[in-house]
Structures are given as structure tokens and as C-alpha cells.
């Protein structure tokens, strides 16, 4: 007999009713708003992973994926996890102990580059360029030259810790000139800005589901080239990918073109909300999606630069879906983040802070997918001038919204 009835179990100290989370105006560095199509997409009942309805759903998310890539690139998918697992897998995968690797380092991200290669038994040659400036591709060249034994570039396309887009088709050029590969870090930039994988041969590049896909977070699609697939297949006996979860020989088993066999337990449902987001990338089209992230950028930078706040980056190289504004100088330390608990209390609007040495300096504001339209930079326009007057900044009411208005309204017009 069993003896249940002696068991002990422990009940929370008090009883836990449903979450229920407030609405929120989503315009931080991700994740963004998603859309209503997205979220029913993924309250679909659940099936199981080999299931020929969901396999067959698979290949469609490998096609649309290369779609939004612009690549033809047969092992193109969703890797089960965040962005940061679409870079540590392409670091661990393609990196061996022992490798010199290039990271260019100018923000948060090509920091985390760095140490992917150190975890991967690499050594990292760091080049530095200010954070708010691109990655130079002087430089890039330079390294090249002094060390002709490097097999592999890193580079963050846009760097969402600063709001600098870098010339990833340069980038990639002069890695290949010297016979490395590159890993390009596109998780703000894909959907956002231009980015066209097979054109600038780029070999490596992950995303993220969150930012302006506009999906739930936890997917990183990511596309290999087939050089890579060489050098990982190459390494198999010799020097095998330290982490089983990512090792691509074995993912393919799952996400390759022939049979599948069983990996890892797919994230159903947030694939089914990828195909969702996917769908409406194509029925929107990439041109149509990098045009209303560049006009709601030209709106909100109106507004703000109407306000008398200036950009941290220079307008060559400034990415629309990711705004960092300079905090005036005239605020004490610790209080732009009152501005921003403000916002979220009195506004539901989520807006980013700077981090590193850009920590109390910036905001950043995230015009991401679903996050970028019209509704959201005249909300957040309005609110900035109701609240900055509080701060000590002076601004007169409608200035701003007006001059974000002009911009529509040319735009309006030209369309017309
Ligand atoms: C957000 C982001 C990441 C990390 O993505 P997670 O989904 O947060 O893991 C990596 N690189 C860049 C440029 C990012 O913006």
C-alpha cells in the first residue's frame, strides 16, 4: 500500500491568483508590441513536434525566414531561445579552441561577441570604435593584415545599446578579402533597416523574434552559410562544439531538410506565433516595413529635436528603430530615471535606459514592428511634453507634435 496519506507538501505561503498585465506602450530597446493576429496565432491548442501538420508549418518558417534574410541559404531557421542563443550558437559552432577571432566591439553587444569567443576557447582581437560611432572598416582591414591567421569576424549590424547601424556590406567585403568568415549579430536590424544576406555574402547572422518582428521573445532565427556548414561539419571528430544543445550537427536532425528526428522539444506555440509575424513581414513587404520604420523615425526625430533634446548618434549612420536621445545636462544623476517611471506609471509607456558608460545618459526609444506607428511617437511625443516642464526642461505644448505632424503630412503628400 501506498502511504499518501502521510506525505507532506508545501503550499505557497499565500494563495496565488492569475496574472493579469496592465497594457503597456512598448517603446524600449525590445521586446516591441505584438500583434493581435500574433498572439491569437500562438493560443492555437498545441500539437506535437513531429506532428506532418507541424513539420509542414516548419518548412514554411524556413521559407519566410529566408524571405526577411534575403537569402537563399538552405539552413535558414528558428533556433529555441533568445537572441543571445543565435549568438552563442553561431560563436560556439563556428569557433575552436585555440582560434584568433576579430569581434568589432562598439556597444553592449559586441561586448557579449568577445566573450562568446573566450567561452569558446578563442582568442579575441578587440577592436574598439566609441559607442554611438559604427565599427570602422579601416580597422577591420588593419587587424586583418597584422593577423593573417584569423578565421572569423564579428560585428554588430545595428548596435540597440547605442542606436549606430555599421556598414555590414563593407564589413563583410573586407573579412572575406582576407579569407574569414563573419558572424553578423542582426537582431534589431532585421526587418528594421536594410539587410541582405546572400548580396553581402554575409556567412553567419542571427536574429531575435522580439524586436522588429514584433513576435513573442524566446525564437532567434538565424541562416548559415554554407561555408559554415564546412567548417562545422569539418570540426565533428577533431574538435567537437562543446555545448550539445547547439551543436549543429545535431539540430539538423530536427530543422534539417530531410528526415527529422526528435532534438529538443520545439517551442510550439511561439512557433506558430513566428509563422504568424512572418506572414505579415511578407504581406507588408520588406521595402514597405524598413520605408514605416524610416517615416516614424523622421516623425519622432522631429519632435524631439523640436523639444531641444539632441540625438547621441550622427544622422549617417542613425538607426530608426532604435533612437537614443542625449539626457539634457542639465539633470542630476539618478533622475532621468524618474522621467522614466513616470511614463510607465502615469503613461503604461516602456521606454530604454542607457547602459555601460551610456548608463544615465541616454534614453533609448525603441520604434520596433509593431511598437513603430504614428499612434505611438505622437503618445510619447505628448508625453515627453507633459512631462519635461517637471524636469526643468522647457517646452511648449504642441511644438513637438506639430513639427512630428509636418512630417506626415509631407509624406502624405508626396504619396499622393
Ligand atoms: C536584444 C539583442 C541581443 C540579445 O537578444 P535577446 O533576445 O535579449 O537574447 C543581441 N544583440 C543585439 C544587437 C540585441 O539588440
Redesign the pocket.
Known amino acids: 500500500m501506498a502511504t499518501h496519506a502521510t506525505t507532506q507538501v508545501f503550499a505557497p505561503n499565500k494563495v496565488i491568483g492569475s496574472f493579469h498585465p496592465p497594457k503597456r506602450i512598448l517603446m524600449g530597446?525590445?521586446p516591441s508590441e505584438i500583434h493581435p493576429r500574433v498572439l491569437a496565432a500562438s493560443s492555437a491548442p498545441s500539437m506535437g513536434y513531429l506532428d506532418p501538420v507541424f513539420v509542414g508549418m516548419m518548412d514554411e518558417i524556413k521559407q519566410l525566414i529566408r524571405y526577411a534574410y534575403q537569402t537563399k541559404n538552405q539552413l535558414t531557421f528558428p533556433l529555441s531561445?533568445?537572441?543571445?542563443?543565435?549568438?552563442e550558437s553561431s560563436f560556439v559552432n563556428m569557433v575552436e579552441p585555440g582560434d584568433a577571432v576579430i569581434v568589432m566591439r562598439n556597444?553592449?553587444?559586441g561586448g557579449?561577441m568577445v566573450e562568446n569567443v573566450q567561452r569558446s576557447g578563442g582568442k579575441a582581437i578587440v577592436i574598439d570604435d566609441p559607442w554611438g560611432s559604427p565599427c570602422d572598416p579601416n580597422k577591420l582591414r588593419e587587424a586583418l593584415q597584422a593577423n593573417p591567421s584569423v578565421r572569423t569576424v564579428g560585428f554588430?549590424?545595428?548596435?540597440?545599446?547605442t542606436g549606430a547601424e555599421s556598414d555590414a556590406k563593407t564589413l563583410t567585403g573586407i573579412a572575406h578579402e582576407f579569407g574569414a568568415l563573419v558572424i553578423c549579430?542582426a537582431?534589431?536590424?532585421l526587418a528594421g533597416v536594410p539587410l541582405l544576406v546572400d548580396e553581402w555574402a554575409i556567412d553567419a547572422v542571427y536574429s531575435?523574434?522580439?524586436?522588429c518582428l514584433s513576435c513573442v521573445?524566446?525564437l532567434?532565427p538565424v541562416s548559415y552559410s554554407d561555408a559554415v556548414i564546412d567548417r562545422v561539419k569539418a570540426r565533428k571528430d577533431k574538435a567537437q562544439v562543446q555545448s550539445w544543445f547547439m551543436d549543429l550537427n545535431l539540430v539538423l536532425d530536427y530543422w534539417g531538410e530531410t528526415a527529422r528526428t526528435y532534438h529538443h522539444t520545439a517551442p510550439i506555440n511561439s512557433l506558430f506565433a513566428l509563422h504568424e509575424s512572418l506572414v505579415m513581414l511578407q504581406e507588408e513587404s520588406l521595402e514597405q516595413s524598413w520605408a514605416r520604420h524610416r517615416l516614424h523615425h523622421e516623425a519622432f526625430k522631429a519632435g524631439i529635436e523640436a523639444m531641444g533634446l539632441k540625438f547621441l548618434v550622427h544622422p549617417d549612420y542613425r538607426l530608426p528603430q532604435m533612437n537614443a536621445v542625449n539626457v539634457p545636462e542639465s539633470f542630476e544623476p539618478g533622475v532621468e530615471a524618474q522621467l522614466r517611471k513616470r511614463l510607465l506609471a502615469d503613461y503604461s509607456m516602456e521606454i530604454g535606459a542607457g547602459l555601460g558608460p551610456l548608463a544615465g545618459k541616454i534614453w533609448r526609444f525603441g520604434l520596433m514592428g509593431q511598437s513603430c506607428s504614428r499612434a505611438n511617437v505622437m503618445s510619447c511625443l505628448g508625453a515627453l511634453t507633459c512631462e519635461l516642464p517637471e524636469f526643468g526642461v522647457h517646452v511648449k505644448m504642441g511644438d513637438a507634435e506639430q513639427a512630428a505632424l509636418n512630417v506626415y503630412n509631407k509624406a502624405a503628400q508626396h504619396q499622393a
Open positions: 530597446p525590445g531561445g533568445p537572441g543571445s542563443v543565435g549568438m556597444g553592449v553587444f557579449r554588430v549590424h545595428a548596435e540597440t545599446s549579430d537582431v534589431t536590424s531575435g523574434s522580439q524586436k521573445p524566446g532567434s
